[in-house]
């Protein structure tokens, strides 16, 4: 089989092979590709739990004192060179937490156990770790990936490769995100790993509620073959109840309507609400297993569901606990009646019961009930935008800016004069590259990609005002000379 090469002219290679991407992903989902390995017995367990490490380090211009000048590095690399200032001592920990799961599944499996991980690496972490030096990680989850005897433990999950937040990312650049990161995955690990990634985790536990991004931010999702999608349980309504899901312990289906009346759905998986890092690092939902009861499904008995996701590098109990804890938990219920299990192993043992996305209840993006109170579907965007403003001036707490695993932030009041820059860099992208019909493949393009993909980390807004907000900026700056120089842009 063709494999890729992970760069292309010293950029990640993250565009130019979409066709050979898009058959690879479709291929894949023909096949059952957990099951047949799993020694999970769903029809004996009460409830069962799935945990997942985010892991992101962010791009920073700070290999050098002047921001115009200064090389791209990762910003972990500025944190070795850098140990005196804050916690940036904590730099080598960080590098054991990307690395150690390929340390851990191994030895629980010689013990007879079955482990169990879901990870999500963005893919700005990715090229980082691979250009700072740090090969031995990604050949170290190279060999947790593709070894067969750590099938089904590890389930990688997709993600944006820059870590954009959907709700306010271009929509045509979330897509590039999307289908960036499976290039990228496919040219490290290989185009048989990328068969096995079904789900999707988004940056910041973001989703769109917006109804036209929303439908197309679902509809990214299904064009690259994505199966499923994680979702926090309070970005999500149900359209009868208008309450959040009443069960999260069963998979839902995440429906989603644009102004035109077009409707797009994907499986969702219902991540509850908590202090993320702490349940996981402490292997929380596997104790949370203990006290579920199975859940009625399609008419059908099936195991409770108990998700989480978690930075897996951040905070002391994660730097610090979880070995333990995932050690102990996992020995625990390995063989009991509340086993770890992958979501994607879960959904092939529900599949093969006859339950499949028809089958789960359905559910839609925070506050579209008010909306579709007001608006047909089909009367087209322009009569949804004055509807949308009108809940707006009526309501302090309607808001169109999507929903992510807090609510006590936004990805928007504050940043205008960066999503301003990333706004243009974004259009210069679209008219010198999309329009000018610049072949994928063209170094010239996949340079340009790089640098607006890179423009859009969340990191750039979450932390407030100040360096990171100025970074972004320059990176917004950078990537627009890059169009200016290549195309005369």
């Not at 991407?21 to 957990?34: C, D, F, M, N, S």
């Not at 730099?91 to 156990?113: D, N, T």
């Not at 399609?298 to 606990?321: K, R, S």
Request: glycine residues 8%; aromatic residues 10%.
């Amino acid at each position: 089989m063709t494999e890729l090469p992970e760069y292309v002219e010293g950029v990640p290679n993250i565009s130019g092979q979409e066709s050979l991407i898009a058959e690879t992903v479709a291929e894949g989902r023909k096949q059952e590709l957990y099951r047949p390995y799993s020694s999970v017995d769903l029809d004996s367990a009460r409830a069962v739990f799935a945990n997942a490490l985010h892991m992101h380090q962010p791009l920073i211009p700070a290999g050098g004192d002047d921001l115009q000048t200064a090389r791209l590095i990762i910003n972990l690399q500025y944190m070795k060179e850098h140990p005196d200032i804050g916690d940036n001592h904590n730099a080598p920990v960080f590098e054991w937490c990307y690395e150690r799961m390929a340390h851990f599944i191994p030895q629980l499996i010689s013990e007879g156990k079955t482990p169990r991980i879901a990870l999500e690496y963005s893919g700005v972490l990715l090229h980082g770790l691979r250009d700072m030096g740090d090969d031995f990680i990604i050949e170290s989850l190279k060999s947790l990936t593709n070894d067969p005897g750590n099938q089904p433990c590890t389930e990688w999950l997709g993600a944006p490769w820059g870590h954009a937040v959907a709700p306010s990312t271009p929509v045509q650049d979330f897509y590039f995100h999307v289908r960036a990161w499976q290039h990228h995955f496919a040219a490290i690990f290989g185009l048989d790993a990328l068969k096995k990634v079904r789900g999707f985790s988004p940056s910041e536990m973001a989703i769109p509620n917006e109804p036209d991004v929303a439908h197309a931010f679902v509809k990214t999702l299904k064009d690259c073959g994505y199966q499923w999608v994680l979702v926090q349980e309070h970005t999500v309504e149900e359209p009868e109840t208008r309450e959040h899901p009443r069960n999260p312990l069963v998979p839902h289906r995440l429906v989603c309507t644009n102004s035109r009346g077009e409707t797009e759905s994907i499986i969702a998986i219902i991540k509850t609400q908590g202090s993320d890092t702490k349940l996981v690092a402490q292997m929380q939902p596997f104790y949370e297993a203990q006290g579920m009861q199975p859940q009625t499904l399609g008419g059908q008995q099936v195991p409770a569901l108990v998700a989480q996701i978690a930075d897996g590098e951040n905070g002391g109990v994660m730097m610090n606990e979880f070995p333990d804890k995932y050690f102990e938990g996992t020995r625990e219920a390995s063989g009991s009646d509340t086993p770890p299990v992958n979501v994607s192993e879960y959904l092939e043992h529900l599949a093969a019961r006859g339950l499949g996305e028809e089958a789960f209840p359905v559910v839609q993006p925070i506050l579209q009930n008010r909306i579709w109170d007001r608006f047909q579907p089909g009367d087209g965007p322009e009569k949804m935008r004055q509807v949308i403003e009108t809940l707006r001036q009526e309501s302090g707490d309607f808001h169109m800016e999507g929903g992510s695993w807090t609510n006590d932030m936004s990805w928007v009041q504050g940043y205008d004069d960066v999503l301003s820059v990333m706004e243009e860099a974004s259009a210069m992208f679209y008219r010198t590259c999309v329009q000018g019909g610049v072949p994928s493949d063209d170094p010239r393009y996949r340079n340009a990609l790089y640098h607006l993909l890179v423009s859009q980390t969340s990191c750039y807004r979450y932390w407030g005002q100040g360096l990171f907000t100025e970074y972004g900026k320059e990176i917004c700056r950078r990537a627009m000379a890059v169009m200016k120089n290549d195309f005369g842009g």
